[in-house]
């Protein structure tokens, strides 16, 4: 069953037209961009301890009485 699931997927391979691989490529190249800007972002600002939280410093009231 793999080799038949092999055969249609470079069939299908053999099919992809030269704007199909231009679009393909775009939008890969479009995620990857998205995803350093994130990276960049989250890593330029030098006072990011003082806007990020952890649970540690969230005061829940739990142990009031």
């Known amino acids: 069953m793999s080799s038949i699931m092999l055969l249609a997927s470079e069939t299908e391979l053999q099919n ?3 704007a199909g691989a231009a679009v393909m490529v775009a ?3 479009l995620v990857l ?3 350093a800007f994130c990276f960049w972002r989250l890593t330029r ?3 990011t301890a003082e806007r990020h ?3 540690l410093d969230i005061d829940t009231h ?3 009485g």
Do not use: E, N, Q
Request: one cysteine or more; proline letters at 6%.
């Open 53 to 55: 939280h952890v649970p």
């Open 45 to 47: 600002s030098a006072h």
């Open 16 to 18: 992809l037209t030269g």
């Open 27 to 29: 939008c890969i190249g």
């Open 33 to 35: 961009a998205l995803c």
């Open 62 to 64: 739990d142990f009031d």
